[in-house]
């Protein structure tokens, strides 16, 4: 599953965080979720509970997700529109020449650690 | 807020608030992969071996084309595959059987795509000293495998007839990084409502340089059209 393999890239990044910054435990990671990213929210959520309670630094830690919403730019006409209600065609213009301006992202925003 | 440097040279902020400390990391999981790819690549050029990277969904004709392909550039090229599969090892057997080239089976341990490093220690387990071209079946998905760079120097994918010419629309970032797209299972054109030409037409809407070849793999027709780029593409690198 994808999700999963994502969950692995997200520890990974988080241990070498705390390593920087000499944490030692972490009860939150924030990420930015594009909405045309591929990754599905809910499946991200169960592989990380299973994944992140088997590692010390990270067990008990929330997933939050911010979805950024995907926008995509036409090229001649020069607006910007929802990718998800009107995908690849301008719905002002018509025209076929657009692309992604964002909504692919896969990004650990932050971390958050308990307050001693 | 304080601001510290991290190892990577890369400034995470920390900030505090009632509860918890915040670490600002900001970060794309697909960054170190990326760095990975490029370290890869950079390798296989001081070794002269160009990687070739296979995609397509299950089913389409990865290994059958392989085949055929290996047929017919295995007396101009020293060649290897290693075959990417969840897990088992039919692949690279039948690879290995039907050509005799050295073949190695890669389990990605229930992961749906490789990475670079997955791609490299494949690569530790293949004699790459003297070899020209290394070719690299990829686990079969159209999602995640453009996701994630390999470190080859070219990406391939195959589509067959009976997936429909609209997947370059369902599938943009694949189409968009492949080099060439094959089309597969030309002969059983007539039973689907498959247009070549909307296809080639979809294609280049999303990668306007991409090479659309129709093949049927089980014959082998349109294969030496495939062959004939991946040679003319392995020597003009090997110049370089
Ligand atoms: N009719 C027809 N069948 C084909 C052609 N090429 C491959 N096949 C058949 O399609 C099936 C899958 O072919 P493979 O070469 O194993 O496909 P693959 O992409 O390597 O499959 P996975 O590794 O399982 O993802 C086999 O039954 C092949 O015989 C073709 O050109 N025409
Ligand atoms: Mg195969
Ligand atoms: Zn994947
Ligand atoms: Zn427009």
């Known amino acids: 599953m994808h999700e999963l393999g994502i969950v692995f890239y997200i520890i990974k990044d988080v241990k070498q965080a705390a390593l920087d910054n000499a944490v030692s ?49 036409c090229e001649d006409c020069h607006s910007e529109y929802g990718t998800v209600e009107h995908g690849k065609i301008c719905p002002y213009c018509g025209s076929e020449h657009t692309y992604l301006l964002r909504g692919n992202e896969v990004e650990i925003k932050e971390i958050e650690v308990p307050n001693q | 807020m304080r601001i510290f440097e991290d190892q990577n040279n890369t400034k995470t902020k920390l900030s505090m608030t009632d509860e918890v400390k915040v670490i600002e990391i900001k970060k794309s999981i697909f960054e170190d992969n990326e760095k990975d790819a490029d370290a890869l690549r950079a390798e296989l050029k ?92 990829n686990v079969g998905n159209l999602v995640c495998p453009a996701e994630f760079d390999t470190g080859s120097v070219k990406n391939a994918m195959i589509l067959s007839v009976p997936e ?70 392995v020597k003009q690198w090997k110049q370089q």
């Open chain 2, 46 to 137: 001081r070794k002269g071996v160009f990687l070739l990277n296979l995609m397509s969904s299950p089913g389409s004709g990865k290994t059958t084309t392989l085949i055929q392909t290996i047929g017919l550039l295995k007396d101009k090229l020293r060649l290897a595959v290693m075959e990417a599969d969840i897990d088992s090892d039919v692949d690279a057997r039948k690879i290995k059987e039907a050509t005799g080239i050295p073949s190695i089976q890669l389990h990605t341990g229930g992961m749906c795509h490789l990475d670079a490093e997955m791609t490299r220690q494949g690569l530790d387990h293949v004699a790459l000293d003297g070899l020209d071209l290394v070719i690299l079946e």
């Open chain 1, 25 to 73: 435990k972490v009860s939150g990671v924030v990420m930015n979720i594009g909405e045309v990213s591929t990754i599905v929210p809910d499946y991200l959520q169960d592989c990380w509970r299973w994944a992140a309670d088997k590692e010390d630094l990270l067990k008990g830690a929330e997933l939050k997700i911010n979805t950024i919403p995907a926008v995509t730019y």
């Open chain 2, 164 to 233: 429909g010419h609209d997947k370059p629309l369902k599938y943009p970032l694949m189409f968009s990084i492949c080099d060439v797209v094959v089309i597969n299972k030309m002969d059983v054109l007539p039973y689907f409502d498959f247009d070549p030409e909307k296809c080639k037409e979809y294609v280049h809407m999303r990668n306007p340089k991409a090479q659309v070849i129709p093949i049927c793999a089980k014959t082998g027709e349109g294969v030496e059209v495939f062959a004939q780029w991946l040679e003319d593409e």
